[in-house]
Structure formats: C-alpha cells, structure tokens
C-alpha cells in the first residue's frame, strides 16, 4: 500500500525540522567552540605568573596578590553563573559582561606578572645586599690575598646577579641563588681592607644580609668614607619597614 500524500508531508516536514535542529546546534557548538578558545588564550597568559607565584610562595617568598586578581575572578563567577542558568551562547554575548572579563584576566595577569618579578627582586637584596666588585676594588690594598678573593667575588657575584634577570625557572634556581649568597657573604669577609678596626667592622657589616647597625657608622667610619668618597654609596634604611 503506497504512502499517502499528508503521510509523505508529514514525514518531510519531520525531517526538515530535524535537519533544522541539527544545523542549529552546529552553529551553537561553534559559537561555543569560539568562545572557549577565546578565553583559553587569555587564561593561558595568565598561568604563566600564577605559576612563578606558586613556585616562589612554595619557596617561603611572599607575593601580595594584586587587587584585580579577585576583581577577574568575581566577574568569571558572575559570568559563570549566568552561563548555568542559560547554558547558551547567546548569554555570554549579550552585553558586556564577556569582554569586561577578558579585559580584567588580562589586567590581572599584567599586575601579578608585575608582582611576582618585584618579589624576586626583592629576594635578591634579601640574600646579598653586599657591594658590587668594581665597588669593592677601590677601597682594597692591591695584595695578592685580596686579588685573588676579588677573583673569586666576580664569579659569584656574576652568577648571583645573572639569576635575578628573569624568574626562576625552577626550585633549584632558587636554593641556587641562597647557596651564592652565602657564599658571597663568606667571600666578602675574607677581603682585607687595611682599615682600622672600627671601619673594619662596618665595612663587613654592610656586606651581610643583615646590614650594618647605625652604631657603627662612627666618627672614624665618616671620616674614612669621606676621605675614600663613599659617602653617597651607602643608605639608611630602617629594619622595621618591609
């Protein structure tokens, strides 16, 4: 028995409502496609100094998280939210709430890549605040002891202050520049200035971690630093600021 001509009608329109439907989601799961490759892009420059953040706080390195990493994250929440509701495309296209986020993952990413290098920087005066090289040269007597651990400063001190031009890529970095400033700290002791005692023990003082206390900054020392033009070398600075 052959198909009527409505049976025949209906099962088109069926079809044509299927193929209709099909085409439909195509599209929004290419719209959506879009979208998440979207904002993968921005959240991938993001991990990167999320990820120097969490290498450097593992190694006991504080970094003050910048304000506009929790603004990107409550506007992803807000977005996030409404997307739950509506789970379709259109929602995160209407208005601005999609851009805006964007826009705020990448403020974040700037200000905590911002961040996280200042925080290594830090580090660095942390382990070894001692003179450069060139510094310490022009106040010791050219004996032979003293050119030899001037040698051996240079080294150190060249891979000490190489390793603080980027971010650490690694743990080992980072035990890697505490072990140079230890040993920097060792090697600046070893210097012999051919200064009286006082001056002495201020010269060694503002080449350890900790500084040289003010109650060594002497008469004898001033007169010393004035007379070698070091006055303008050395600054004050109190243990109580951060």
Do not use: C
């Not at 200000?111 to 450069?132: E, I």
């Not at 500084?211 to 020392?221: K, M, N, Q, W």
């Amino acid at each position: 028995m052959s198909t009527t001509l409505p049976a025949r009608a209906s099962a088109l329109r069926a079809r044509l409502s299927r193929l209709h439907e099909m085409s439909s989601n195509v599209a929004e799961a290419a719209d959506l496609e879009g979208l998440r490759g979207q904002l993968a892009q921005h959240v991938e420059k993001f991990s990167g100094p999320a990820e120097k953040k969490r290498l450097l706080a593992k190694a006991g390195i504080t970094i003050v998280e910048p304000a506009s990493g929790a603004a990107a994250r409550k506007k992803a929440t807000t977005v996030v939210e409404r997307f739950a509701a509506a789970p379709k495309s259109g929602t995160l296209k209407k208005g601005q709430a999609w851009p805006t986020m964007l826009q705020e993952i990448d403020t974040a990413t700037h200000d905590l890549q911002t961040a996280v290098t200042a925080a290594w920087k830090a580090q660095r005066t942390s382990l070894f605040s001692g003179d450069t090289p060139a510094a310490i040269e022009t106040k010791l007597a050219k004996t032979k002891p003293n050119q030899e651990t001037l040698k051996v400063y240079q080294g150190l001190y060249s891979q000490f202050r190489s390793l603080f031009d980027s971010l650490p890529p690694d743990q080992a970095t980072i035990e890697r520049a505490r072990t140079l400033g230890r040993q920097l700290e060792i090697a600046a002791k070893a210097f012999d200035f051919h200064v009286s005692p006082e001056v002495k023990a201020f010269l060694e003082a503002v080449q350890s971690v900790r500084g040289a206390p003010i109650s060594l900054l002497t008469d004898e020392v001033l007169v010393w630093l004035r007379e070698n033009e070091g006055l303008d070398a050395y600054r004050v600075k109190s243990t109580d600021r951060a």
